[in-house]
């Protein structure tokens, strides 16, 4: 499966696919609704093929809610009922149940087999109306979905999601193989000693999205002028997302022409997301690793992640031995049995690629690695 992602031309008509989403959120509120009800009736859960029937019903009488597809209609209704059962299943670890949103900040509303078509060129049938797009590439393959998608300053996306096909498997011989550790000074130092360092975009603009939070928190509410500030601080929040994506595409291509195997150590994200917060959010190490897996995947390459209680940092890269503890602010330290000073991140790459081959099956890749300073 791949996605391909495609901006639609600004245009009077696109006023239709807006109301569209409108739509759709009036209808995913209305299931939220239902649901609680009928809980609280009955006590049971409804399941997701009395929903979509009784919304169809629904459907035949509302001219408004007649402008969503019936094929999109069934998605709110999957989507909330996938929802549920992932709140029935983890409520314990904190998961909560789907809730209201605002119409207002409804994003999008998917179509599957029908409602669509692609025209010659860069235009597409949705509904009964003709939509242009920016065709950045061609469309190979067996289109699955189709999602138009608005964004917080009102332009409209489309996503498809197509079929490729079979996939060539990865060719696991090759010792070309790294392992990288994350961190928080250094957002990647690799098993060969190269180190990567963060733009930290976020943190480039704090400045001006600040002051363009206070322009917007000063303008009346309901105002055309609250409205343009809006705008404004949400384009500044979108350039950043932005240049931060364009360098991860651009970072996770590097890494994946110069390593055919690249090791990753499984991180706790959302521990780290409140031990430092804002800092784990303008890294990105989730969004990055997504990324990589996509460009890894297109280029036949692997991507392996090591289990998240190895003590990467503990162990000695050069004989194996652990350390009961070590502080987060020791930043380097001398192994007790062969007295080699090792560096707390590149000891934890050499770690992660060592484990990393050992999980493919390839051999001791030690000899590859620059060794720790012995003294």
């Not at 209201?100 to 994003?107: H, N, T």
């Not at 608005?150 to 060719?171: A, Q």
């Not at 390593?259 to 959302?270: A, G, H, R, V, Y």
Request: aromatic content about 10%; overall charge positive.
């Amino acid at each position: 499966m791949k996605t391909l992602k495609f901006k639609l031309y600004q245009h009077k008509r696109n006023r239709h696919l807006k109301r569209t989403i409108n739509a759709a959120g009036v209808i995913y509120n209305h299931c939220i609704a239902i649901h609680r009800r009928y809980y609280r009736m009955f006590g049971k859960y409804l399941s997701c093929a009395k929903l979509q029937s009784h919304i169809a019903k629904l459907r035949k009488r509302n001219s408004f809610w007649q402008q969503v597809g019936s094929q999109a209609v069934q998605d709110i209704c999957q989507r909330i009922d996938k929802a549920y059962q992932l709140f029935f299943k983890h409520n314990k670890k904190g998961v909560r149940p789907p809730g209201f949103k605002k119409v207002r900040k409804y994003k999008s509303f998917t179509l599957k087999q029908a409602g669509y078509k692609f025209l010659g060129g860069n235009r597409v049938k949705i509904g009964n109306r003709v939509y242009q797009f920016w065709k950045s590439r061609e469309i190979e393959g067996t289109v699955k979905t189709l999602t138009i998608k608005r964004t917080n300053i009102g332009e409209l996306f489309m996503i498809v999601v197509v079929d490729c096909g079979s996939t060539p498997e990865v060719n696991l011989t090759t010792d070309n193989i790294a392992g990288f550790d994350f961190g928080l000074k250094t957002f990647l130092t690799c098993s060969d000693g190269t180190k990567i360092e963060s733009p930290q975009f976020l943190k480039q603009a704090l400045n001006a999205i600040k002051r363009a939070n206070r322009q917007h928190s000063r303008k009346i509410k309901g105002s055309s002028n609250r409205e343009r500030a809006r705008k404004d601080l949400a384009r500044k929040h979108e350039y950043v997302t932005n240049q931060r994506r364009d360098w991860f595409w651009k970072l996770a291509h590097e890494l994946t022409d110069k390593f055919d195997i690249l090791c990753f150590e499984t991180l706790n994200l959302k521990g780290m997301q409140r031990l430092w917060g804002r800092k784990i959010s303008d890294l990105a190490f989730g969004e990055f690793l997504k990324i990589l897996e996509w460009v890894a995947k297109k280029k036949n390459k692997l991507v392996i992640y090591i289990d998240q209680w190895y003590p990467s940092s503990k162990a000695c890269s050069c004989c194996g031995n652990v350390l009961e503890s070590l502080d987060l602010s020791v930043r380097e330290w001398r192994c007790p049995s062969c007295q080699s000073i090792n560096g707390r991140d590149d000891n934890a790459a050499r770690n992660i690629q060592a484990v990393g081959a050992s999980t493919v099956g390839i051999g001791d890749v030690r000899r590859a690695v620059v060794p720790a300073i012995a003294v």
